[in-house]
């Protein structure tokens, strides 16, 4: 029995998500230049590593906030790897544009084995003082240490601190969950069991961070159950010309529900006020209400996942697109093994909570 309690207590301790004081996690955000689009200080690296090991999903928040940046930080992941093992403290990584870069503080000793893994690749790496850091540029490497931002609320452990958007991010972290705040944190809403519902009035701007410019998008509003109804609603939107030929529509809108079928199949599309696209009629009525002044929402992961499959059987179809049907492929598996994902982001703050 005793043998079994030290078992169960090794793998607790070897398991559990990092942790580190907000303090801690603040001081290494000082590496990060004050230009950078953001930066997100990461607690007890190696612990970080077992962690996303097992919950790989938990990357989306760095993806969703680095957003182009995101496949230069993964082409930094060896070297990141290295410096991680070897950090005295937590690992820093920060972005500016389609750039990325990663810091940490080492010892002495371990500075040259460090500057020789970084050698080997093609990203440029540089120590000073009691760091180390590799970068896509050199302009992004950290010269001297920037001012701390405004001291940190937090007086409990959190599991990553991050600066995205002119906020700081809390991260904490437990066996079932990974929750994300900032500033005055609304609640999240209230998750229905069979059904997914988002509206993101400035999803242009999220699409932009995300890397994807010059769409113009405004207000969507989406919904989806578990009878694999869906509706998608863009208030903004306006289908003319080529969109309208290859979705298979009129020449002439019209307000009411009309089958369409083309290059995304039979679907029903309205157009009394925008654009809505549904599997059905009813699906309509899936759709959040329209008065939402704040990013809010509640998606399960396995409608995630069904809907970002159909995505990427529709960018297989689509000359130009075989990469993104990979990445949504991709990103289906990753978001079948989340629960759900609740969010609320509003002027005064933010929270977003990830369930398993």
């Given at each position: 029995?005793?043998?079994?309690?030290?078992?169960?207590?090794?793998?607790?301790?070897?398991?559990?998500?990092?942790?580190?004081?907000?303090?801690?996690?603040?001081?290494?955000?000082?590496?990060?230049?004050?230009?950078?689009?953001g930066a997100v200080a990461v607690?007890?690296?190696?612990?970080?590593?077992?962690?996303?090991?097992?919950?790989?999903?938990?990357?989306?928040?760095?993806?969703?906030?680095?957003?182009?940046?995101?496949?230069?930080?993964?082409?930094?992941?060896?070297?990141?790897?290295?410096?991680?093992?070897?950090?005295?403290?937590?690992?820093?990584?920060?972005?500016?544009?389609?750039?990325?870069?990663?810091?940490?503080?080492?010892?002495?000793?371990?500075?040259?084995?460090?500057?020789?893994?970084?050698?080997?690749?093609?990203?440029?790496?540089?120590?000073?003082?009691?760091?180390?850091?590799?970068?896509?540029?050199?302009?992004?490497?950290?010269?001297?240490?920037?001012?701390?931002?405004?001291?940190?609320?937090?007086?409990?452990?959190?599991?990553?601190?991050?600066?995205?958007?002119?906020?700081?991010?809390?991260?904490?972290?437990?066996?079932?969950?990974?929750?994300?705040?900032?500033?005055?944190?609304?609640?999240?809403?209230?998750?229905?069991?069979?059904?997914?519902?988002?509206?993101?009035?400035?999803?242009?701007?999220?699409?932009?961070?995300?890397?994807?410019?010059?769409?113009?998008?405004?207000?969507?509003?989406?919904?989806?159950?578990?009878?694999?109804?869906?509706?998608?609603?863009?208030?903004?939107?306006?289908?003319?010309?080529?969109?309208?030929?290859?979705?298979?529509?009129?020449?002439?809108?019209?307000?009411?529900?009309?089958?369409?079928?083309?290059?995304?199949?039979?679907?029903?599309?309205?157009?009394?006020?925008?654009?809505?696209?549904?599997?059905?009629?009813?699906?309509?009525a899936l759709l959040p209400d329209?008065?939402?002044?704040?990013?809010?929402?509640?998606?399960?992961?396995?409608?995630?996942?069904?809907?970002?499959?159909?995505?990427?059987s529709l960018a297989g179809r689509?000359?130009?697109?075989?990469?993104?049907?990979?990445?949504?492929?991709?990103?289906?598996?990753?978001?079948?093994?989340?629960?759900?994902?609740?969010?609320?982001?509003?002027?005064?703050?933010?929270?977003?909570?990830?369930?398993?």
């Amino acid at each position: 029995m005793v043998l079994l309690a030290l078992a169960a207590a090794a793998a607790w301790w070897w398991t559990r998500p990092p942790r580190a004081s907000a303090a801690e996690l603040q001081q290494a955000l000082r590496l990060a230049p004050a230009q950078a689009d953001g930066a997100v200080a990461v607690a007890e690296p190696s612990r970080a590593g077992r962690f996303l090991a097992r919950r790989p999903q938990a990357i989306l928040l760095l993806a969703a906030a680095a957003g182009p940046a995101t496949e230069a930080l993964a082409s930094l992941r060896p070297t990141a790897l290295a410096l991680g093992a070897a950090a005295r403290g937590p690992l820093v990584l920060w972005w500016q544009g389609g750039e990325g870069a990663v810091a940490a503080r080492l010892e002495p000793a371990a500075r040259g084995a460090f500057l020789e893994v970084a050698a080997r690749g093609s990203a440029v790496a540089t120590c000073g003082g009691d760091w180390c850091a590799v970068a896509t540029v050199a302009e992004l490497l950290p010269r001297d240490e920037e001012p701390a931002d405004a001291a940190v609320a937090s007086s409990g452990a959190l599991a990553a601190l991050g600066r995205v958007g002119g906020r700081l991010w809390e991260v904490r972290a437990r066996e079932r969950w990974v929750e994300a705040s900032a500033g005055t944190a609304p609640p999240c809403p209230t998750p229905r069991p069979d059904r997914s519902a988002v509206a993101l009035p400035e999803a242009g701007a999220l699409l932009a961070q995300l890397g994807v410019r010059g769409v113009p998008v405004g207000p969507v509003r989406l919904a989806a159950d578990d009878g694999n109804e869906w509706a998608v609603a863009f208030p903004r939107l306006r289908l003319e010309g080529l969109a309208r030929r290859l979705l298979g529509g009129p020449p002439a809108g019209t307000p009411e529900p009309s089958l369409w079928r083309g290059l995304a199949g039979a679907i029903w599309v309205s157009e009394r006020d925008g654009t809505a696209l549904a599997s059905s009629p009813a699906a309509l009525a899936l759709l959040p209400d329209t008065g939402a002044d704040a990013s809010q929402g509640v998606i399960h992961g396995r409608h995630a996942a069904w809907l970002l499959s159909r995505a990427a059987s529709l960018a297989g179809r689509i000359p130009g697109l075989p990469l993104r049907q990979r990445d949504l492929t991709r990103a289906a598996a990753l978001a079948q093994e989340i629960d759900a994902v609740s969010f609320r982001v509003e002027a005064g703050g933010g929270r977003i909570v990830l369930t398993w």
